[in-house]
Nanobody, 124 residues
Framework: QVQLVESGGGLVQAGGSLRLSCVAS????????MGWFRQAPGKERTFVATISGSTAYTNYADAVKGRFTISRDNAKNTVYLQMNNLKPEDTAVYYC?????????????????WGQGTQVTVSS
């Protein structure tokens, strides 16, 4: 089992920045691929970004390309999501997720472990 705990959410004005963190604990001996997803009120959960276990590969949703950066520190069992130039439409609960594989994926159904989420609110 892997436990994931997100932090770093909050309220920010449009154009501002936030950095989300996700700390993994439990069976973390293998650097599984990780992802960030988000869910806005009344909407389905959608893909934001993913990173491979080796950090060599990343992928982003079109809506966040050029503004968000996913990274990880395997020594700290931590994944980050740097969010710049935030927009009101980025408002959502952001979830960290881990696969039981090393390769990236944008499909939420391929992630086995999920955090509890952290709220990001962007005011206009």
């Amino acid at each position: 089992q892997v436990q994931l705990v997100e932090s770093g959410g909050g309220l920010v004005q449009a154009g501002g920045s936030l950095r989300l963190s996700c700390v993994a604990s439990g069976r973390t001996s293998s650097p599984y691929a990780m992802g960030w997803f988000r869910q806005a009120p009344g909407k389905e959960r959608t893909f934001v970004a993913t990173i491979s276990g080796s950090t060599a590969y990343t992928n982003y949703a079109d809506a966040v390309k050029g503004r968000f950066t996913i990274s990880r520190d395997n020594a700290k069992n931590t994944v980050y999501l740097q969010m710049n130039n935030l927009k009101p439409e980025d408002t959502a609960v952001y979830y960290c997720a881990a696969r039981r594989a090393f390769t990236i994926s944008s499909d939420a159904s391929e992630y086995a472990y999920w955090g509890q989420g952290t709220q990001v609110t962007v005011s206009s």
